[in-house]
Each structure stands twice: as C-alpha cells, then as structure tokens.
C-alpha cells in the first residue's frame, strides 16, 4: 500500500500534461501512486501518459473507451490501493508540499476528510482569489483540524464540490457503498461532494491555497452549455440525498438556494426554451420565503415567475445582471472609498501625535536635567561596547 493513490481523468488533455502530472511526481510526499484512466482521448494524450509511466513506476496508466469523468474516476477508485485518496484533475496543478500537508493533517486528526484551499489561474498566472471554503472567515483558527457538521453545514451546497481540494482516507470511502460518480451526467462530483460532507465524522482544514484550478480551458464541463440540461437531474439525486440522509429539513433553505443558483447559470447559455419552460416549472413549486438575504437571486427568481416567453425574459435577464453587476461594483467602489478614509482619518491622527512625541521629544533633549547626564550616557555606551 501507498500513502495517497491519486486518480486522474485524463480526457484530450495533451496541452496541459507536462505541467499537471510533474507537479506531482515532484511532490515532498513521494509515497503516491498516479492512476491516469485515459478516457477514450482522441489526441495524443495516452503517448504522454504512458511516456510518464515508462520514467516513473508510481505512474499507471488504464486505456478505456470514452464514458465521461464520472466512469473515468470509479475505474480509477477500483484499482486504488492508498490509504487516502486525493482526486486531480489533468489541467490543473498543485504546490509540491500539497500532499505531505494534507496527509499529516489526516493522519495526525484521523480525519476522513481533509479540505484545502485552491485559487485559480491561466496563462497571465495565478491568482489568489479565496476559494469556496472560507472557514478561516467563520470559525477560530483552533477549530480548523477538527471539524464538525455545525462547522460546515453552510459549505455542504454552497459550492466547492469538486474533489480536488480535498483529501479522502480510503476506509472512510470503502465503508459505503455509494461513494461512486454519476455516470453520463456533468457535474457528477456535486453528489459525491454532498455525500462525503455529510457523512464525514472528523474533517480538517488546511487554511492555504495548495490546489491551483485552470479557468482558460475552452473544453471544461463549465465552459460547456449543452451540460446545462444535466443541472435539473443533479439537483433532483441531491434533494434525494438529503431525504435518505434525514438532512432535508435541515438544510431546506439552503437546498432551495442551491436548487436556483445552479439552475439559472445555465438559464440563458443554454439559450433553450425547454429549458427555460423546465426552470419556471420547477420554481413556481419554490417558496419565496427561502430567499430571504439573497436580494440578486430573488431579483431573477421573481423575473422567472413573471414572464412565460423565453424570448421575452432573455434581454430583461441580460439586463438585470449587468444592472446588478453594476451595482456590485458600485458597492465595492464605495467600500474601498470608505476604507481610505478611514486609512486617512487614521494617518492625520497618527501626524498629530508624532508631533506631540516629537514636541516632548525636544524637550526632553534641551533640559538641563538631559545636559547634566550627558557624560555617564557616554560611559555607559564605552561598557556596553
């Protein structure tokens, strides 16, 4: 057995597997295995991977026909033999003490979950936007390494469901059964990720960004419109998650907000009345009272209900967002307004009293009390040479 087994669905991803798969053959922890499942890629993508496999043992290689991410990581998860399991993606990267990192903090607090942060970048580099999982805004430090459902209620239908800035121990995955992708569904990873946070009993938080996720791939699922459709199935295998999990009515609210934030960011992409006819469907089924804090979702949410033409609703949708995107920025503008005043506010307070220090300063200096000590200043300054 090794360390970590880290799994990986590699799909037409030739332009970024010199720089992905490096950055984990160069880790500090060199106790892995990289299984790299070649999901039926139509490029030069299975060559370089059985290139890294043929310099480096820890590299195995598996060739299957195409079956979407989903298939591509449960045929990974048969063959892994680590006691964690870390889920990458071929286009992005990682710091070379990621793993050593995540892998102390389980073993130390058994954790069967263990969540680090990840910021994004492209080809201008990266950037440190905060990630999803902003525990070190909401909790005390001291709580980071053990967890608990009180801790991460808010994050389990937030966002951050993909799998790659978290850290999985294997036993906690084998003891179910259902720890599997969706096959043929984009998005597979959002159950998986509600499934795991609500089931793990101990979870740990590495506040540092370790994971870094590429934002300029063109053939990402989130680039992809026609997975919109997919959205409405999700939502429905998680809401079943919550009833079988006895977590619904605790988490009604925030799954009614997940249910329509996730729906109207394909809404127009899809540019589909279908879909559209589905979304307004689904909504009028929605009460109002569960948006309650959430002023640009309910904006949309209400301009869903009003109007029953797509064709209609699309421009009046395109407008409310730029109005609102303006208002976003308006609001950030006057934020920092606001903080450099305070900062100037601050700086002629912190003038006025160098001006009182320095007064007394001077002072000081010119007493005669300061005159007469003089020379026993200038021996002791000879004894402390």
């Keep these: 057995m090794v360390k970590i087994s880290i799994l990986i669905p590699v799909y037409n991803a030739e332009e970024f597997l010199h720089d992905s798969i490096p950055s984990l053959l160069n880790q500090t922890l060199d106790d892995i295995e990289l299984i790299c499942v070649n999901d039926g890629s139509k490029d030069n993508s299975l060559n370089i991977l059985n290139e890294f496999a043929s310099?480096?043992?820890?590299?195995?290689?598996?060739?299957?026909?195409?079956?979407?991410?989903?298939?591509?990581?449960?045929?990974?998860?048969?063959?892994?033999?680590?006691?964690?399991?870390?889920?990458?993606?071929?286009?992005?990267?990682?710091?070379?003490?990621?793993?050593?990192?995540?892998?102390?903090?389980?073993?130390?607090?058994?954790?069967?979950l263990v969540i680090f942060k990840s910021n994004v970048f492209d080809k201008n580099g990266i950037s440190n936007r905060e990630t999803y999982f902003t525990y070190n805004r909401t909790i005390d430090k001291k709580d980071f390494e053990n967890l608990s459902f009180k801790h991460i209620k808010e994050y389990?239908?937030?966002?951050?469901?993909?799998?790659?800035?978290?850290l999985y121990k294997k036993d906690f995955i084998d003891s179910y059964d259902d720890f599997r992708f969706n096959i043929g569904l984009a998005f597979d990873d959002t159950p998986f990720h509600v499934k795991t946070m609500l089931r793990a009993k101990r979870i740990s938080f590495i506040n540092k960004f370790l994971h870094h996720y590429?934002?300029?791939?063109v053939n990402s699922v989130n680039h992809?419109?026609?997975?919109?459709?997919?959205?409405?199935?999700?939502?429905?295998?998680?809401?079943?998650?919550?009833?079988?999990?006895?977590?619904?009515?605790?988490?009604?609210?925030?799954?009614?907000?997940?249910?329509?934030?996730?729906?109207?960011?394909?809404?127009?992409?899809?540019?589909?009345?279908?879909?559209?006819d589905t979304a307004r469907e689904r909504f009028k089924k929605i009460d109002r009272n569960h948006l309650k804090g959430h002023k640009y979702l309910t904006s949309y949410f209400d301009l869903v209900l009003e109007y029953e033409d797509y064709n209609e609703f699309k421009p009046l949708y395109e407008k409310l967002l730029l109005e609102n995107k303006i208002t976003r920025y308006e609001n950030q503008i006057n934020k920092l307004k606001n903080e450099n005043s305070k900062l100037k506010k601050m700086n002629s307070q912190l003038k006025k009293e160098n001006k009182i220090l320095k007064k007394h300063n001077d002072e000081l200096v010119n007493s005669k009390s300061y005159k007469i000590t003089k020379p026993l200043r200038e021996i002791k300054k000879m004894v402390d040479k």
């Design 214 to 217: 590429r934002v300029d791939n």
């Design 156 to 166: 389990v239908l937030k966002g951050g469901y993909a799998p790659w800035s978290k």
């Design 55 to 112: 310099m480096d043992s820890r590299v195995k290689v598996i060739n299957k026909e195409n079956g979407g991410c989903g298939s591509a990581r449960n045929r990974a998860l048969d063959e892994a033999s680590g006691d964690y399991i870390y889920f990458f993606d071929p286009d992005d990267m990682i710091e070379n003490n990621a793993l050593k990192l995540a892998y102390n903090m389980a073993v130390k607090n058994n954790s069967d």
């Design 224 to 276: 992809t419109s026609s997975n919109g459709f997919d959205i409405f199935k999700i939502i429905d295998i998680v809401e079943d998650i919550l009833v079988n999990e006895n977590y619904f009515e605790e988490l009604e609210t925030e799954f009614y907000v997940f249910q329509i934030h996730h729906t109207l960011l394909y809404i127009v992409s899809t540019n589909s009345a279908d879909y559209y």
